[in-house]
């Protein structure tokens, strides 16, 4: 096949090349919209991550493609109604790093039970004093899992591991995996009463959108903290904020936020001769939350790890040589 493909590090040129022989591959470092002016009438897939929207005009600069092979789970970042218009096939990475999600959930989640950033930030400024640093025990708490996934399979396995009840809600819930797993299903509402620590695992679609919000967002008990490693706009930003000024929240945890491409370039934001009012109050919020002293933030790597990177690259290998030979696999 000729492939065009968007890397994010320059070491998967060699990887990928040495595991796709006799096809035909253009690589290029960085996402696709950093080549506007890119066209190829004879390329037959793409090869492309989260960073790359795949929208009818990009479409229309390949217009041989087969097959859009996307090195991520989620897929919002390409239009698939312009892809079925074209025939062309999107295959996805389901399965790559389960485990590894989840182990960074609880990464988050210990990080501010155990005041790490403020015990680190007394260290450098030479006080060793436990004093304003003691945490809380994670054993006895409730564990609320929104979205019991293979992501959120794994997180409930955990908090088991640190003797948590776990509760869950599901939208299509398993009981006979519900007493495998030792938890109980609940409904999103009972989840927010019960639990004293709330972690996200849902998919972004139009479903998800402000999953958590202004209206259900007085509904969690009070002194919760909240986890997020899904996507930033299952969380309303305004209902987040509110939620942490008024003590609802009595932290957070964030590997994704709301509109966190704008950080990358807020200038271009600011700057713009008709900006967005939306999106720049969401930004603002962001640096709020950026700045809070029970607020982790971490730019959306929770998925970045050496074994899980490989197998996402392997996958998708897979996946464009399958497809190639006429079996395609994980195809949406």
């Known amino acids: ?159 088991n591991g640190f003797g948590m009840r776990v509760v869950g809600f599901e939208t299509r819930p398993d009981p006979e995996t519900a007493r495998k797993n030792s938890f109980t299903y609940v409904s999103l509402d009972e989840l927010l009463m019960q639990s004293d620590v709330i972690s996200l695992h849902v998919p972004y679609n139009p479903h998800t959108h402000h999953l958590l919000n202004k209206e259900n967002f007085g509904r969690i008990k009070k002194g919760a903290y909240l986890i997020n490693t899904s996507r930033g706009a299952v969380i309303e930003t305004d209902a987040l904020v509110e939620a942490l000024r008024n003590g609802t929240l009595a932290g957070a945890g964030l590997d994704v936020l709301e509109e966190e491409g704008d950080l990358v370039d807020e200038m271009a934001l600011l700057a713009g001769a008709h900006p967005n009012e939306a999106s720049l109050r969401v930004t603002l919020e962001n640096h709020y939350l950026i700045d809070h002293p029970r607020v982790v933030v971490t730019p959306h790597l929770a998925f970045n790890t050496e074994e899980a990177i490989t197998r996402i690259l392997d996958t998708t290998i897979d996946n464009i040589a399958r497809f190639a030979a006429g079996s395609p696999i994980n195809t949406i």
């Open 1 to 159: 096949m000729n492939i065009q493909y968007f890397a994010s590090e320059n070491w998967e040129e060699g990887y990928v090349s040495s595991k796709l022989p006799g096809h035909a591959i253009t690589f290029h470092e960085g996402p696709l919209s950093a080549f506007p002016d890119l066209t190829d009438d004879k390329a037959e897939a793409l090869c492309v991550f989260v960073d790359s929207h795949v929208g009818e005009a990009e479409l229309a600069r390949f217009p041989a493609l087969k097959l859009i092979a996307t090195r991520s789970t989620g897929f919002d970042h390409i239009d698939l109604a312009a892809a079925k218009a074209r025939g062309i096939a999107i295959a996805t990475v389901p399965f790559y790093g389960e485990n590894t999600v989840a182990e960074f959930a609880f990464a988050l989640l210990l990080t501010l039970s155990r005041r790490i950033p403020e015990a680190q930030a007394s260290v450098k400024a030479g006080d060793f004093s436990p004093n304003g640093l003691r945490g809380f025990d994670l054993a006895g708490k409730t564990f609320g899992v929104v979205g019991c996934g293979h992501i959120g399979m794994h997180v409930i396995r955990m908090a």
